[in-house]
Nanobody, 122 residues
Framework: QVQLVESGGGLVQPGGSLRLSCAAS????????MGWFRQAPGKEREFVAA?????????MYSDSVKGRFDISRDAAKNLAYLQMSSLTPEDTAVYYC??????????????WGQGTQVTVSS
């Protein structure tokens, strides 16, 4: 079955950290760019981070998360991660994992997970 399943969302206090996981199945994970997007209430879905399939592929981040978030992947386990730190209430959103050709727009991704809620609040 071709699917992406996110996990790791939840409630965290401002300044805290959280790690999201994305389990991929049914795709050639090792040849696919993995990305993370998020959508806050009343806002459009926006790019967060992406990393290509190669070990040497550069990581891409939106300006709003650069320096605070880190994307990584474990090809042996078909897992992608988004380590988030120094979280603020503005990071509150549903976070989506995506797989595809890559880039910083939704059009570059063909497969999407169901999303996981991240809420940053005291």
């Amino acid at each position: 079955q071709v699917q992406l399943v996110e996990s790791g969302g939840g409630l965290v206090q401002p300044g805290g950290s959280l790690r999201l996981s994305c389990a991929a199945s049914g795709i050639t994970f090792s040849l696919t760019t993995m990305g993370w997007f998020r959508q806050a209430p009343g806002k459009e879905r926006e790019f967060v981070a992406a990393k290509g399939w190669s070990t040497w592929s550069s990581k891409m981040y939106s300006d709003s998360v650069k320096g605070r978030f880190d994307i990584s992947r474990d090809a042996a386990k078909n897992l992608a991660y988004l380590q988030m730190s120094s979280l603020t209430p503005e990071d509150t959103a549903v976070y989506y994992c995506a797989a595809g050709r890559g880039g910083m727009t939704s059009q570059g991704y063909d497969l999407w997970g169901q999303g996981t809620q991240v809420t940053v609040s005291s």
